[in-house]
């Protein structure tokens, strides 16, 4: 149980498209959800908290206009990069958690972003 | 606010030794402790997790970590490591309140030589 899943695991796209990357809890229903971005050989640097019906928390730095979160259900959230530059690339990881408990979150296996 | 160091960002070790990848952490308040691996182009695992009780974690693949309040650490070990153990490994503490964010540390990069 409590599977995450991403899609896509990889995407390649020209500098000022928009590039939509979704996340979903397989199994359960995620009460919160949290988008990360990776850089190469670097840590994970959380970029928003979303919960399901409200608009997501975004960590300082971390520009709302252009990284767009959604979380219309319990099981989904999405994260639109906007006008994607060569800057934006990076790996971004979602991870979710029900918020029962102790607060556990399950990763997703990540989406890699590239931008031309 | 917390805090985690990984003071090793890389640990070069032979086959069949053992290893420990230390980590310490800072908080004001009452934290959970995890260990995650990462392996090349994928996503986080769950190696352990202190909530409470004995100080001596055992996770998967034969991994172990012990929480020491009084120097607040919360070192991994394993007795003897495998090639495939070779990864990214990441520390992280979160506190006790429902959807907290998790902490990272900055990783430690486990390169096994056979």
């Known amino acids: 149980g409590a599977v995450v899943s991403q899609h896509p695991s990889r995407v390649i796209c020209k500098s000022g498209t928009s590039v939509k990357i979704e996340c979903r809890s397989l199994d359960f229903q995620a009460t919160t959800m949290f988008w990360y971005r990776q850089f190469p050989k670097q840590s994970l640097m959380l970029m928003a908290t979303s919960n399901e019906g409200s608009k997501a928390t975004y960590e300082q730095g971390v520009e709302k206009d252009k990284f767009l979160i959604n979380h219309a259900s319990l099981t989904l959230s999405t994260l639109t990069v906007t006008s994607a530059h060569p800057e934006d690339s990076s790996f971004y990881i979602c991870s979710a958690t029900t918020g029962v408990h102790y607060n556990e979150q399950f990763f997703g296996p990540g989406t890699r972003l590239t931008v031309l | ?114």
């Open chain 2, 1 to 114: 606010a917390q805090s985690v160091t990984q003071l090793d960002s890389q640990v070069p070790v032979f086959e069949e030794a053992p290893v420990e990848l230390r980590c310490n952490y800072s908080s004001s308040v009452s934290v959970y402790l995890f260990w995650y691996v990462q392996y090349p182009n994928q996503g986080l695992q769950l190696l352990l997790k202190y909530l409470s009780g004995s100080t001596l974690v055992k996770g998967i693949n034969g991994f172990e970590a012990e929480f020491n309040k009084s120097q607040t650490s919360f070192h991994l070990r394993k007795p003897s490591v495998h090639i495939s153990d070779t990864a990214e490994y990441f520390c992280a503490v979160t506190q006790y309140s429902s959807a907290s964010k998790i902490i990272f540390g900055s990783g430690t990069r486990l390169s096994i030589r056979p």
